[in-house]
Nanobody, 123 residues
Framework: QVQLVESGGGLVQAGGSLRLSCTTS????????MGWFRQAPGQEREFVAG????????YYGDSVKGRFTISRGNPKNTVTLQMNSLKPEDTAVYYC????????????????WGQGTQVTVTS
C-alpha cells in the first residue's frame, strides 16, 4: 500500500509564501508522475502542478503559473510545491497525488492520494 503524506500547510497573509512537501512510503517512485491538486469548499478539485517521473518536466495550472514551483527530490520519493505571491483565492486543501507513467492534469488519472493539507491565505 503506497502512502503519500503532505506537510507544510498553514495560514499566511496575501503576498506571502508557503512550501508544501509530499513524501511517499515507497523509496523508489521512479516511474510515477507526481501532482498537486487543490479543492476549495463547494468547488471541484483543481490541478495545480505536476512533475514527470524523471523530474525533468513540470506543468502548472494557469492560475498558479509564475507563482508556484514544483520539484522532486533525489531519490524521487519526495515532491515539493513552493508557493509564492499567495492570494486569498489560493485558499484550499492541497493534495499530493501519484500515478504510474506520464503526467496528467486530470485528477481521476491519479492512483494514489494523500490526506491533504490546508492552506489559508488571508487578505
Amino acid at each position: 500500500q503506497v502512502q503519500l503524506v503532505e506537510s507544510g500547510g498553514g495560514l499566511v497573509q496575501a503576498g506571502g509564501s508557503l512550501r508544501l512537501s509530499c513524501t511517499t512510503s515507497r523509496r523508489t517512485f521512479s516511474y510515477h508522475a507526481m501532482g498537486w491538486f487543490r479543492q476549495a469548499p463547494g468547488q471541484e478539485r483543481e490541478f495545480v502542478a505536476g512533475v514527470s517521473w524523471r523530474g525533468d518536466n513540470t506543468y502548472y495550472g494557469d492560475s498558479v503559473k509564475g507563482r508556484f514551483t514544483i520539484s522532486r527530490g533525489n531519490p524521487k520519493n519526495t515532491v515539493t510545491l513552493q508557493m509564492n505571491s499567495l492570494k486569498p483565492e489560493d485558499t484550499a486543501v492541497y493534495y499530493c497525488a501519484a500515478k504510474i507513467g506520464d503526467y496528467s492534469s486530470t485528477y481521476s488519472a491519479y492512483e494514489y492520494w494523500g490526506q491533504g493539507t490546508q492552506v489559508t491565505v488571508t487578505s
